[in-house]
């Protein structure tokens, strides 16, 4: 079983800057099973891709609404992804969620974090 500590979030405003982080642990966890995404649910909508990263050859993939302002960085040493969120819009605000197992086009995810509240103001 993979277990996903998510830390991060909160309230920022617009234009601003937040990281949101999440480290991955378990018996079952390994790198070449996993590429991590982020996903998010606004209020009153469905969950949408973010990102998502591939631990062993850096390859990244972002959701066009986020491409130029996302970030995605990770540390092999902590098994930890990093979000790194610049130039936030209120549109951001939803509910964050980090996971494991799936493709970089945000498919088939299988092991998920908590969910992180981002809120931009306006």
């Known amino acids: 079983q993979v277990k996903l500590v998510a830390t991060g979030g909160g309230l920022v405003q617009a234009g601003g800057s937040m990281r949101l982080s999440c480290a991955a642990s378990g018996r079952t966890f390994t790198f070449d099973r996993s590429n991590m995404g982020w996903f998010r649910q606004a209020p009153g909508k469905e969950r949408e891709f973010v990102a998502a990263?591939?631990?062993?050859?850096?390859?990244?993939n972002y959701a066009d609404s986020v491409k130029g302002r996302f970030a995605l960085s990770r540390d092999n040493a902590k098994i930890t992804v990093y979000l790194e969120m610049n130039s936030l819009k209120p549109e951001d605000t939803a509910v964050y969620y980090c996971?494991?197992?799936?493709?970089?086009?945000?498919?088939?995810?299988?092991?998920w974090g908590p969910g992180m509240q981002v809120t931009v103001s306006a």
């Open positions: 990263i591939n631990w062993i050859d850096r390859s990244k």
């Open positions: 996971a494991v197992g799936g493709s970089l086009d945000g498919l088939g995810y299988t092991s």
